[in-house]
């Protein structure tokens, strides 16, 4: 397993419009609005979800996804070294992804689908 690399970054907020506004004018990023999913996607390789804790989405947490590009030997992995797969993996246009939580508890995603540029937010599918 090569090329894990941190493909994308989420900022939850209660105001994803307001996030982005606040992003854009404090970093002079790119904001490209993602209505089917409440979100934004930024140019740098992230996204602004809605808070939705229902989803997976909470305030506090920025989540950090991981490129690989075996997902589910990643997720053996993660098991075989203590840490515990938080839901199922999620499928959209052939990009998959999932979570899981090390074992101290942070949730960090796993990512494989679409190349780095062309990355949508992840967890606000």
Do not use: C
Not at 16 to 23: D, Q, S
Not at 65 to 81: F, H, I, K, Q
Request: aromatic content about 10%; glycine content about 12%.
């Amino acid at each position: 397993m090569s090329g894990h690399a941190i493909v994308h970054v989420e900022v939850p907020s209660v105001d994803p419009a307001a996030a982005a506004k606040f992003y854009s004018d404090l970093f002079g990023w790119k904001l490209n609005p993602w209505p089917e999913f409440n979100d934004f996607t930024f140019d740098t390789g992230g996204g602004l979800p809605v808070i939705e804790p229902e989803k997976g989405v909470t305030a506090g947490e920025v989540l950090v996804y991981v490129n690989t590009n075996d997902l589910d030997a990643s997720l053996a992995r993660v098991r075989e070294l203590g840490g515990r797969v938080d839901g199922p993996q999620v499928e959209v246009s052939g990009m998959r992804w999932a979570f899981f939580n090390d074992p101290s508890g942070n949730r960090v995603g796993l990512y494989t689908g679409a190349p780095a540029a062309q990355q949508p937010s992840p967890a606000s599918a």
